[in-house]
């Protein structure tokens, strides 16, 4: 082409220059000489051939032209087409906008296509566009474009919403440019428009779901193909302690908390393989080195070829969970209101000791108790007060129950129960039972209000009165019954027969404070002879209740009351003060008494005060100590060894004499009793009451007689009721004797009359 341009070039050139020396030859011969017919014909046939040349020359230039403008026109077309096609393509409309006084628009077919019209529907003219912008938008993208055009300069990118045909909003995207013309005028305004809606739609999704994974609560944790970290979230770092740096590139094996075996593994793998996804709960390790329970959801991210490309594990921390299931678990287990067990745990608690009390061959107990008209406090102060109330009372019945191995529970609006596995004996339920209605029967202080309230106790000892928990508290139950009906703030067992033999120790424990405080106990005096001549060296100091309607009540029906409830401090004290009393009263009289035996209970003895009592009774009745023996039991002293020697010792110190009564019953080793600062031992009468027929007593007399004169101590039978018991010990050699056969327990005269009489015999 370019060649051909150029041969036309150097042609033209060639003819012009051709056409200008003929012409000028043509004029010099006509002006100098006259014209040949020859000259003439050459130069016409120069101007022929010039002409022809001229012709064919313009003809190939104009055909050359058409030939070029068609290309061109052609190149246009194809770059037209090319153009719609990628715009089609693309799917992107063209408009242009004359910037004339009529404002036209070209909106093409795709432009149109785009909002579902056709070009006729769609209208050609700016007002076409603008009536498509959605309403509330449309004056602010007008303005901008407005603006734009007025400016001038740059290039209009914009993204607006238009309403495609069928009303619903569109997001458009349209770029384009201002034309100007030779004075700078603008004069068309074109460009290309897009539907982005979908693209939005993913845009946004992708922006929330960046946001979801940035800002959940949740980890995040992504893998590739090779197990490899790629991606973690923010709340990963914050749940696990680990920043990006420290795992990415590393493997989740790094998390491992060692609690779960490979089994766990290979099945988590083969169901992510087989089901594309796994959830459940797995327990990882924090940074921190802390086990982390998780609920994790792995999913597997194939490609497009159906490989796994990721792995997008999503977990959520639920040691909070797990706290909140212990917190259910409390929940379920315990009041609210109280905190105490609360009904199914007691259940549970009811059946465990029920086993080991069936195992063990004991007996515990259950206490139901209700409180009494807890309804009127509900009802006249509110249920907010009765609630403090019930508060108050659980932590009040709480302090008294302490020191106890219990279960205290709350299982009805204003019951409670206890569990007493140490209280296996009717006489300690019932004295227990009274002192929590004692204990309930005190003032509760609630809001600057005195409340009072009494409680009624059902008492259910098991396994003799029940089998299965549910028969237990059943049992429990009608003797709560029971004791409200007997006019309430009382207790009753669930048999009847225990229920009148514990009111009636509460009656005596009661009538026996009293007693003291009356001084309605008084003192009998047993006789203690030597076993050789007879002769009366001291007596022992017995107890006894005068009762204004019982009478005499003998020791043995008040002594093992006054121990449960404390009393027998008291009762001791009391004994000890009036038999020094009364020694000093014999001593004035000059009657002959080597020793009155006071009997000190096992409480006493453990009772780091006795000796103290003792020193201050010696010193308020003057007697010389010689004459006071103390009486201990060999079961007491064996209960606490240690305390009793020391106790012992302490009192052997006053110059006072000890012996040990009921001896034989205590099972104390002959190393423990040789330690013991004691000067006697008191055959217990059991072994006594078979003597002389029974082998097996004679034996045993026999041996504690060995044992007392091989370790220094004197030995004294009690309870020889006849003249063989009597023989037999004397040939024995035992040294002392007290019994019936001697004398019985007798009042203070009768016992300063025998003193008397053996003071005449001697004489
Ligand atoms: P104990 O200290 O072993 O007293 C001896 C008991 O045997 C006395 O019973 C006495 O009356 C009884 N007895 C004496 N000779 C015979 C006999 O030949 N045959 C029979 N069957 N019994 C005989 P008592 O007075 O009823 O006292 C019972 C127990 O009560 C005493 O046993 C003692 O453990 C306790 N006791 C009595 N008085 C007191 C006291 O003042 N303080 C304390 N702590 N306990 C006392
Ligand atoms: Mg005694
Ligand atoms: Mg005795």
């Not at 000489?33 to 022929?48: D, E, G, R, W, Y």
Request: aromatic letters at 8%; one cysteine or more; glycine letters at 6%.
């Amino acid at each position: 082409m370019k060649l051909k341009r150029a041969l036309l070039k150097y042609f033209s050139i060639y003819a012009l220059l051709t056409l200008g020396w003929l012409l000028a030859n043509y004029i010099l011969q006509t002006a100098s000489a006259p014209k040949s017919q020859a000259t003439t014909s050459a130069l016409f046939i120069h101007i022929l051939i010039f002409a022809a040349l001229s012709t064919l020359y313009w003809l190939l230039a104009l055909r050359q032209y058409d030939k070029q403008k068609n290309l061109q026109q052609a190149d246009a077309q194809i770059s037209l087409e090319r153009l719609k096609l990628a715009l089609d393509a693309g799917q992107k409309g063209l408009w242009d906008w004359s910037l004339n006084e009529q404002q036209d628009v070209f909106f093409s077919s795709t432009y149109c296509d785009i909002l579902g019209f056709t070009q006729q529907e769609f209208g050609n003219n700016q007002q076409a566009w603008q009536n498509r912008l959605l309403p509330e938008e449309r004056e602010r993208i007008y303005r901008n474009v407005t603006r734009f055009i007025a400016e001038g300069d740059g290039n209009y990118d914009s993204t607006y919403r238009m309403l495609h045909k069928d009303n619903s909003p569109r997001w458009i995207r349209s770029h384009g440019r201002l034309i100007k013309n030779a004075q700078g005028v603008p004069v068309r305004f074109i460009g290309i428009a897009q539907d982005i809606t979908a693209q939005r739609g993913t845009e946004e999704q992708l922006q929330q779901a960046n946001a979801v994974f940035e800002s959940t609560h949740e980890g995040v944790l992504i893998t590739d193909h090779t197990n490899t970290i790629v991606h973690i979230n923010p709340a990963f770092s914050k749940i696990t302690g680990y920043s990006p740096e420290e795992v990415l590139g590393q493997t989740p094996r790094m998390f491992k908390s060692g609690r779960h075996s490979p089994e766990f593994y290979q099945s988590l793998w083969s169901a992510l393989e087989k089901n594309g996804q796994w959830s459940g709960e797995i327990w990882n390790r924090r940074k921190t080195g802390e086990v982390l329970p998780q609920y994790q959801t792995i999913r597997l991210i194939r490609d497009e070829n159906g490989f796994v490309a990721y792995n997008v594990a999503v977990f959520s921390d639920i040691s909070t969970l797990k706290d909140s299931q212990s917190e259910l678990s409390y929940l379920a287990h315990y009041d609210q209101l109280t905190g105490l067990t609360n009904r199914s745990q007691l259940y549970e608690r009811l059946k465990t000791s029920l086993r080991t009390s069936i195992e063990q061959e004991k007996d515990s107990t259950v206490f139901l108790i209700d409180l009494d008209h807890f309804k009127n406090i509900n009802e006249s102060l509110g249920h907010s007060l009765g609630d403090q109330l019930l508060q108050a009372v659980a932590q009040r019945m709480a302090k008294i129950l302490k020191n106890q191995s219990t279960t205290l529970a709350r299982t009805g609006a204003d019951e409670f129960v206890v569990i007493c596995e140490s209280i296996n004996t009717p006489e300690k339920a019932a004295a227990m039972a009274h002192y929590i209605i004692q204990e309930t029967k005190q003032p509760f202080t609630i809001n600057n209000n005195q409340l009072f309230i009494s409680a009624s106790i059902g008492i259910c000892m098991y396994p003799r009165a029940g089998s299965t928990a549910e028969e237990v508290m059943r049992n429990a139950d009608s003797a709560l019954s029971k004791a409200k009906a007997s006019g309430r703030e009382t207790f009753a067992f669930y048999s009847s027969e225990l229920t009148a033999q514990a009111l009636q120790r509460l009656r005596i424990a009661s009538e026996l404070r009293q007693a003291l405080d009356d001084n309605a106990l008084e003192l009998y005096y047993q006789p203690v002879y030597t076993m050789e001549a007879h002769k009366l060296v001291g007596g022992e100091a017995l107890v006894r209740w005068n009762h204004p309607e019982r009478g005499l009540i003998p020791p043995n029906d008040f002594i093992p009351i006054a121990e449960e409830n404390g009393l027998i401090m008291r009762i001791d004290e009391w004994v000890l003060r009036q038999a020094c009393m009364q020694i000093q009263t014999w001593q004035e009289q000059d009657l002959p008494l080597d020793f009155i035996a006071v009997n000190i209970s096992s409480r006493s003895l453990s009772n780091p005060n006795l000796p103290h009592t003792v020193a201050q009774v010696l010193q308020d009745t003057g007697i010389n100590p010689q004459h006071l023996e103390l009486e201990v039991t060999e079961s007491a002293v064996m209960d606490d060894p240690d305390s009793a020697d020391k106790t012992l010792k302490d009192l052997r110190k006053l110059g006072i004499r000890l012996a040990i009564d009921d001896f034989g019953t205590g099972y104390s080793s002959l190393a423990r009793l040789k330690s013991l600062p004691v000067h006697k031992l008191k055959i217990d009468q059991s072994f006594i009451n078979n003597l002389p027929s029974d082998i097996e007593d004679i034996a045993i007399v026999r041996a504690i007689l060995a044992l007392g004169s091989s370790i220094g101590l004197e030995v004294q039978a009690e309870g020889i009721e006849t003249a063989e018991q009597m023989r037999f010990l004397q040939l024995q050699n035992c040294a002392l004797g007290q019994g019936y056969w001697f004398g019985r327990p007798m009042p203070t005269e009768a016992f300063t009359q025998l003193l008397s009489d053996s003071l005449t015999v001697k004489a």
